[in-house]
Antibody
Framework: QVQLQQWGAGLLKPSETLSLTCAVYGGSFSGYYWSWIRQPPGKGLEWIGEINHSGSTNYNPSLKSRVTISVDTSKKQFSLNLNSVTAADTAVYYC??????????????????WGQGTLVTVSS | SYELTQPPSVSVSPGQTARITCSGDVLPKQYAYWYQQKPGQAPVVMIYKDIERPSGIPERFSGSRSGTTVTLTISGVQAEDEADYYCQSADSSGRVFGGGTKLTVL
């Protein structure tokens, strides 16, 4: 059974850097994309970006200038850094496993396992 | 980048059928996926590749596609189905969620 467990600071001041880490237990670490997704209070889901086991990344263009996602395959962990945070970055942040299959006619990609979520509040 | 559009809310009485739509120009070219999210919980995938149901998901949940619209159908809605539902799609460089639909069971 695959489990994702995430942790990081829950309260930040404006202009600080948000840092979260997600550990993967069970299952393979390679062959998947490892994503960060956030959800502002009372709002919808927003994909932030992803990384695979070899360090290849994709980012949401709207956040790309402030986001860095890194991976430590030896620990089966991946991390999110979001710099220069503002109140608009207040959200529950989730890590998730992206199941990907590009072998067929259509590209397959969905999130099959999620972390428990971390509420990050940005306030002065 | 592309957008997926969902109705903000759908209401249905217990035992009736709920249909939640998701529209987007990308959908004829990419699969759609559906997630259920209950308050305080992480989303759970309910439908993948437009119509496939993961193991453990009740048969009353089904998916369909027609042109630029995909639909999540919940037959015989139960009180426990009250939740937010999100569609999602992806191409080789990005992943996008719809805005979400709140399903209310009257």
């Amino acid at each position: 059974q695959v489990q994702l467990q995430q942790w990081g600071a829950g309260l930040l001041k404006p202009s600080e850097t948000l840092s979260l880490t997600c550990a993967v237990y069970g299952g393979s670490f390679s062959g998947y994309y490892w994503s960060w997704i956030r959800q502002p209070p009372g709002k919808g889901l927003e994909w932030i970006g992803e990384i695979n086991h070899s360090g290849s990344t994709n980012y949401n263009p709207s956040l790309k200038s402030r986001v860095t996602i890194s991976v430590d395959t030896s620990k089966k962990q991946f991390s999110l850094n979001l710099n220069s945070v503002t109140a608009a970055d207040t959200a529950v942040y989730y890590c998730a496993r992206g199941f990907v299959d590009s072998s067929g006619y259509y590209y397959v990609y969905y999130f099959d396992y999620w972390g428990q979520g971390t509420l990050v509040t940005v306030s002065s | 980048s592309y957008e997926l559009t969902q109705p903000p809310s759908v209401s249905v009485s217990p035992g009736q059928t709920a249909r939640i739509t998701c529209s987007g120009d990308v959908l004829p070219k990419q699969y759609a996926y559906w997630y259920q999210q209950k308050p305080g919980q992480a989303p759970v995938v309910m439908i993948y590749k437009d119509i496939e149901r993961p193991s453990g998901i009740p048969e009353r949940f089904s998916g369909s596609r027609s042109g630029t619209t995909v639909t999540l159908t919940i037959s015989g809605v139960q009180a426990e189905d009250e939740a937010d539902y999100y569609c999602q799609s992806a191409d080789s460089s990005g992943r996008v969620f719809g805005g979400g639909t709140k399903l209310t069971v009257l």
